[in-house]
Nanobody, 125 residues
Framework: QIQLVESGGGSVQTGGSLRLSCAAS????????MGWFRQAPGKKREGVAY?????????QYHDSVKGRFVISLDTANHTLSLQMNSLKPEDTAMYYC?????????????????WGQGTQVTVSS
């Protein structure tokens, strides 16, 4: 049974940093994609960053976070992380980790069937 639990959200000022963690259990990494998504009030959920364990941990990022966010997967400790630097007010959202099993493109929201409960990130100007 796949379970995902996020932690690490909080409130920071513009330019600050946060590190989100997702404790994962039951994920078959050789068949899965994993990602971080976010949803701001009144907006659609969007993918922020993805990692593909079966492709040598290849990663992809939303254009708005390239160069600022880094996704990483530690399979030994079953932890998916998102290091967020140079945060902006527009990064304010609820952040979710998710996994797609099996993985097809890995970048389509509809592929992700397993979700955590979310952690709030608030960036003030």
């Amino acid at each position: 049974q796949i379970q995902l639990v996020e932690s690490g959200g909080g409130s920071v000022q513009t330019g600050g940093s946060l590190r989100l963690s997702c404790a994962a259990s039951g994920v078959p990494y050789n068949k899965a994609c994993m990602g971080w998504f976010r949803q701001a009030p009144g907006k659609k959920r969007e993918g922020v960053a993805y990692v593909f364990p079966d492709l040598g941990d290849n990663t992809q990022y939303h254009d708005s976070v390239k160069g600022r966010f880094v996704i990483s997967l530690d399979t030994a400790n079953h932890t998916l992380s998102l290091q967020m630097n140079s945060l902006k007010p527009e990064d304010t959202a609820m952040y979710y980790c998710a996994t797609a099993v099996p993985c097809y493109t890995g970048t389509r929201l509809g592929e992700y069937a397993y979700w955590g409960q979310g952690t709030q990130v608030t960036v003030s100007s």
